[in-house]
């Protein structure tokens, strides 16, 4: 597998120089200050594969390889509003990608949220921290801070005993830091949205349940995937994450059997999976190297993190701790020998795309990295601990 690394763009505090350090040989980025909806120009791309590549005279030697992610608007999502229009803006950008040279595009279709944690920095045992879900948190803020109406009679009522207990014990100030958690998965101006803010988003999917949403989704790859077919483009849609559904929004990209639903009702090879074994791994029965088996020839991007389900459940809802890549309940060995197996059945097929890249997704914040305001979940030498791992076990499974 490529192994590829994730860099926010110039105003990451991780440099493309730090990268090169890390034994990354490939990078995963995006234009996030360009609207959903809105098309991603050629010259904003070479602009942002010129601060990866470096100049002339001094090549960083990396290449821009996958896009994570071009966003599908909430107009898409919803089918509200200029969904036309943003339809082709899409189409645009998929061309304008290709004009330079970028065949991968990961995109998500998470409604309002694009991932969502309780603690951005969990404190560990061993000095470290990690983002963690916790169950008994978030229901404390999805019914006592942001009072999301029936919000309650989505969990059981011993749960929301606990919650109530929990956020008592809050106080203003701890309230104030569980909802900036939750807010900061807000794709957007996280910092700048209020909860009434947040509700008017959610509300404008009270009416929207999960076999419409995945109908969008299922509409949405009918109008891209033949032109990114057409450009010789592999787009791969992100699980949700969590698998299961928030503060009354469906998801419709939760587990295997989502994956076969979307994927046999627009085949084509442009159309396939981001394979995120901490998304999917947070569901109890996942079996990675059954999906690998299942659905290996539509997997374009794969993000390699683990997850530990660690506390209370309610349902098929669980609270979870992002563990050490080695570590967690996703068997990351056999999940490695399963896509290396995959490659070699592409390879022997002659596909050009045999060399699936990957990254080391999330990492704990170790030793200097507490030094320095990262993105949550992406810091340096956390990261770079966990593709050093992937990269051993790799090179022992070859």
Not at 21 to 40: E, M, R, Y
Not at 358 to 376: F, I, K
Request: aromatic share 8%; with cysteine; glycine share 8%.
């Amino acid at each position: 597998m490529k192994q590829t690394w994730r860099w926010f763009g110039p105003s990451d505090a991780i440099s493309i120089a730090e990268i090169r350090q890390t034994g990354a040989s490939g990078i995963v980025s995006a234009l996030h200050n360009i609207l959903p909806g809105q098309a991603w120009s050629v010259d904003d791309i070479k602009t942002r594969q010129r601060e990866i590549e470096g100049p002339d005279d001094a090549p960083t030697g990396l290449n821009w390889d996958v896009v994570e992610s071009v966003p599908v608007s909430e107009a898409i999502k919803g089918q509200t509003g200029p969904v036309q229009e943003h339809f082709e803006a899409y189409r645009q950008s998929l061309r304008n990608l290709a004009e330079c040279g970028i065949r991968t595009v990961c995109y998500n279709f998470m409604p309002v949220l694009d991932w969502t944690r309780t603690d951005l920095r969990y404190p560990l045992a061993n000095g470290g921290n990690a983002m963690r879900f916790d169950l008994v948190d978030f229901i404390a803020f999805d019914c006592f801070i942001l009072c999301r109406y029936g919000a309650a009679e989505e969990y059981s009522a011993e749960i929301v005993a606990q919650a109530q207990e929990r956020f008592a014990k809050l106080g203003d100030a701890g309230a104030q830091a569980l909802a900036d958690n939750v807010v900061a998965g807000l794709p957007g101006a996280n910092d700048r949205w209020s909860l009434s803010e947040v509700q008017e988003r959610l509300d404008a999917y009270r009416e929207v349940t999960a076999d419409a949403l995945r109908g969008n989704l299922i509409d949405f790859l009918s109008e891209v995937v033949p032109t990114a077919e057409e450009l010789g483009l592999r787009l791969c849609c992100h699980p949700d994450d969590p698998p299961f559904a928030l503060l009354g929004l469906p998801r419709v990209m939760s587990t295997q059997s989502d994956y076969a639903a979307v994927l046999d009702a627009v085949e084509s090879p442009a159309s396939g999976a981001t394979f995120c074994t901490g998304s999917l791994g947070v569901v109890q029965d996942f079996d990675p190297v059954a999906f690998i088996e299942a659905l290996g020839d539509r997997i374009h991007f794969v993000h390699l993190r683990n997850t530990l389900r660690d506390g209370v459940s309610d349902g098929d809802r669980h609270c979870f701790s992002e563990a050490e890549h080695l570590a967690g309940d996703t068997d990351m060995i056999a999940t490695i020998r399963a896509l290396m197996a995959e490659e070699k059945r592409r390879r022997t097929a002659g596909r050009t795309d045999h060399e699936i890249p990957m990254r080391p997704d999330h990492g704990h914040a170790l030793l200097a990295d507490h030094e320095r305001p990262v993105q949550p979940g992406y810091p340096l030498i956390g990261r770079m601990r966990g593709l050093a791992e992937l990269r051993g076990a790799m090179a022992a499974l070859a």
